[in-house]
Each structure stands twice: as structure tokens, then as C-alpha cells.
């Protein structure tokens, strides 16, 4: 049985509506791209995590508000293990697209050394793979509801 590993993503669009993205270039497969977040520590809550997720990736200290999605997810993390995912989305709009990084650990250096805002069209038209698969729609679905 694989372990259980909770953990909160994080859909991060400017104030362009662009979505932050981190570019992982693990040792063991092909670079792919993900949105901010990571595991719930023991103890803590999914929109803590969030919050510090946020914070540790993008230097940005902001509510996560409520959770926008749930994904139940299979995957091999960095480190090398076999996981089952439960992945709670949060939609946080940050006030400009300046990040600052200093709190990723050193693994995070290692395999997370770039990062990029898209836009919708930008992403559908590069040819790396990102995570979530349905991120796009999940995306659009984040623009049209914070649309005034």
C-alpha cells in the first residue's frame, strides 16, 4: 500500500490573471511544470499549509481562503516515493508577480530552479508537461469567478 500524502496546491494568478508556475527538472524523468504548494505537515491543517506553502514558495504571506477543488492522485514525489495524493486547491490572487524564493529548502533549489507566469494560451501552447493535467480548465474556471 502506498503512503498517504495530503497536500495543498496552490493556483496563483497575478493581477494580469497569468498563473505562476515552478519548473521541476528531477534527475529521474523530464522536467515538468506545477503550481506552488507541497505536503500538510503532521498537526496541521490543509489552509495552513496553504498559507505556508505560499509563503516558503513565493515570499507572498496571504489567506488562502477556502479550498476550490479536491484531486485524489498517484504519483512518484522528488524524494522517490510512490504516493497516493489527496491535492485541496487553493485560489490565491497575490498583488504582483514579484516572488521571492529564499524559503525554498535546498531539494527545492536543486529541482526547482526557474518559474514563470502564463497566460491560458501561453500554457496550452508550450510543449512541457504540467500538473495538474486539468489545470487549464481549473484555471479559467479561477479568472471567470474573480472576474468583477
Avoid: N
Amino acid at each position: 500500500m502506498k503512503p498517504k500524502r495530503p497536500a495543498a496546491r496552490l493556483i496563483v494568478t497575478d493581477s494580469d490573471g497569468r498563473l505562476l508556475l515552478f519548473r521541476f527538472t528531477p534527475d529521474d524523468r523530464p522536467p515538468f511544470w506545477c503550481t506552488p504548494g507541497g505536503a500538510v505537515d503532521a498537526g496541521e491543517s490543509f489552509e495552513a499549509a496553504a498559507r505556508r506553502e505560499l509563503y516558503e514558495e513565493t515570499g507572498h504571506d496571504l489567506d488562502p481562503g477556502p479550498c476550490i477543488d479536491v484531486k485524489h492522485v498517484s504519483f512518484t514525489t522528488i524524494e522517490g516515493v510512490d504516493v497516493d495524493a489527496e491535492e485541496r486547491y487553493f485560489a490565491i490572487a497575490v498583488p504582483h508577480s514579484e516572488i521571492d524564493t529564499d524559503g525554498h529548502t535546498a531539494l527545492e533549489r536543486k529541482v526547482m530552479q526557474s518559474h514563470r507566469w502564463w497566460t491560458p494560451q501561453e500554457l496550452q501552447a508550450h510543449g512541457e508537461i504540467w500538473f495538474p493535467k486539468d489545470l487549464t480548465p481549473l484555471w479559467r474556471r479561477v479568472l471567470r469567478e474573480k472576474a468583477p
